[in-house]
């Protein structure tokens, strides 16, 4: 069935034309072992998970991996005390057959809200904006918006209509999925519908709250929501390789991207697909690296005030059982972090504060396996075996 992009809970995806071969499945590469520092370091120190343990993930990941049909993956999983375990597994091209590795970048989709969210709760700490302060202070023409809170916006609360679920969105994006689109130009499709609920009254996915909050920053601050999140989160993270890029660049190596979010359903390339449209919402690239360390930094509020480091963690039912939705924020099975997607890629970056473990998923692929995204596949799979008591187990809504 032809999936439409408002149906994708913690997604930022969209439907596109442009037809290639179905990916294929490559045999794994070599598992990759690493201390918990990340991927690449050697400083001597025990790193495996032990033979049992890492023997059961090899299984099980291979098993998803294949009966899911994902051309690749990486994994990073951290837990301090115990060791680690980074994998690269299938193939990044699957045209030439070029293996996936574990020093890829790809586009991670939603966890790209993670980084709008806490530059905003930056703000937040230097008193310069108000959580509960009305989204029409700052941007005209917001259908409520002298209702609608930033809170609201950061916490998936507000009822407005997300601009990904407009028809006229939908068939401009899928005449040329390469076009740039201006975060004023994607509102302008989701303010042509009324508000689905009052704010506050209940959870509902919606980019568009993201892109406000991205034009809520740049207004404040006076500077590009690119220029501010490098200066202000990715430098004091010390993220190297994670940028918000200007159009469709995607610094090599990457992976080529499979999705299956055509007209017509069938494979296609989205490599090099601009996704500009998702812009705060979803537009940033990272890679293994960087996302090990992000993760513990979302988690912990390391980047802010515990004040606000609170009030992001007040998660707030969504809805789906064993997911609740914070500020920029999920908390499933007692992990705390984010999921992405986007056209081709789909990843996971999560912290388990109770036993201070990290995981990581990096996927080249978003298409749909038992009705249920790949990643959240992978995940299930591999908490289910290294942390049993907190499965990471994220539904998502029935197509």
Do not use: C
Request: charged share 20%.
């Amino acid at each position: 069935m032809r999936r439409t992009p408002h149906r994708r809970l913690f997604a930022a995806a969209l439907l596109v034309a442009s037809v290639l071969a179905p990916p294929a499945v490559a045999p794994a590469t070599a598992v990759h072992a690493v201390n918990a520092d990340g991927p690449g370091r050697d400083d001597g120190r025990p790193a495996g998970l032990g033979p049992e343990l890492t023997a059961r993930l090899d299984k099980a990941i291979e098993d998803v991996r294949r009966q899911a049909g994902i051309p690749g993956v990486v994994v990073g999983l951290w837990m301090p005390g115990k060791g680690s375990y980074v994998r690269a597994s299938g193939v990044a091209d699957t045209v030439t057959g070029k293996p996936m590795t574990t020093d890829m970048r790809i586009r991670i989709g939603s966890e790209t809200k993670t980084f709008t969210v806490t530059a905003l709760l930056e703000l937040v700490d230097d008193g310069l904006v108000r959580l509960d302060d009305p989204i029409s202070t700052y941007i005209r023409g917001v259908p409520n918006g002298d209702a609608i809170t930033l809170r609201h916006l950061a916490g998936m609360r507000s009822g407005l209509f997300s601009y990904t679920a407009d028809a006229d969105f939908v068939k401009d994006l899928e005449g040329d999925p390469t076009r740039p689109f201006a975060p004023y130009e994607v509102l302008s499709y989701a303010f042509r519908h009324a508000n689905t609920f009052a704010p506050g009254a209940r959870f509902q996915y919606s980019n568009t709250n993201l892109v406000l909050l991205g034009l809520v920053i740049e207004k404040v601050t006076g500077a590009k929501l690119a220029h501010f999140i490098h200066d202000r989160v990715l430098r004091p993270a010390g993220l190297r390789h994670t940028l918000f890029p200007k159009g469709a660049e995607f610094p090599e190596p990457h992976p080529h991207g499979y999705t299956d979010q055509t007209p017509s359903g069938a494979i296609a390339d989205a490599t090099n697909w601009d996704p500009g449209w998702a812009w705060a919402a979803g537009a940033m690239i990272s890679d293994l690296r960087d996302l090990h360390r992000w993760a513990r930094i979302v988690a912990t509020g390391t980047l802010l005030s515990p004040e606000t480091q609170r009030e992001r963690l007040k998660t707030l039912p969504t809805g789906f059982p064993g997911t609740s939705y914070g500020l920029g924020i999920l908390e499933t099975g007692g992990w705390i972090g984010h999921n992405g997607s986007i056209p081709g890629y789909e990843s996971v970056t999560v912290y388990l504060p109770s036993r201070k473990a990290t995981l990581v998923l990096m996927l080249n692929t978003d298409v749909f396996s038992q009705g249920q995204e790949p990643s959240t596949l992978l995940a299930r799979a591999i908490t289910e075996i290294a942390t049993p008591e907190n499965v990471y187990d994220r539904p998502v809504p029935p197509r």
